[in-house]
């Protein structure tokens, strides 16, 4: 895929990202036993992780940022959001997901540190 489709991508997915995490209230969901928010938060900083590092933005630049979101967002929503608390465990799901967008990054075929014309 073209760095620019990637670009694009990369927007959509902080924006989804941005929208899941400071939403006013979190949707309830019952799904059995089955963490659906953990698995959630780890998908909304994957996915950004992927797709900003292929638009070619810097790996690490882009580890270190989502990283601390992942920080930063549950104390936004425990400190500023009324219908919102913060939770560690969303910490350890995001920080998760992190690793899930560096290890897709590294098994996924092409290099997205190299440099080539789209």
């Known amino acids: 895929m073209p760095r620019s489709a ?3 991508a990369a927007v ?28 959630v938060h780890a998908l909304v900083f994957a996915v950004p992780v992927i ?21 930063l967002s549950e104390l936004v929503q425990a400190a500023l959001l009324p219908g919102r608390s913060g939770d560690p465990g969303d910490v350890v799901a995001d920080l998760v997901g992190v690793a899930i967008g560096v290890a897709v990054l590294a098994w996924a075929p092409g290099d997205a540190r190299r440099t080539r014309p789209d």
């Open 6 to 8: 990637w670009s694009g």
């Open 12 to 39: 959509v997915a902080v924006i989804v990202q941005l929208a899941v995490l400071y939403a006013p209230r979190a949707p309830q969901v019952d799904a059995g036993g089955v963490p659906i928010d953990k698995l």
């Open 51 to 71: 797709a900003l590092v292929r638009a070619g933005l810097p790996r690490g630049w882009v580890v270190g940022v989502m990283a601390s979101h992942a920080v």
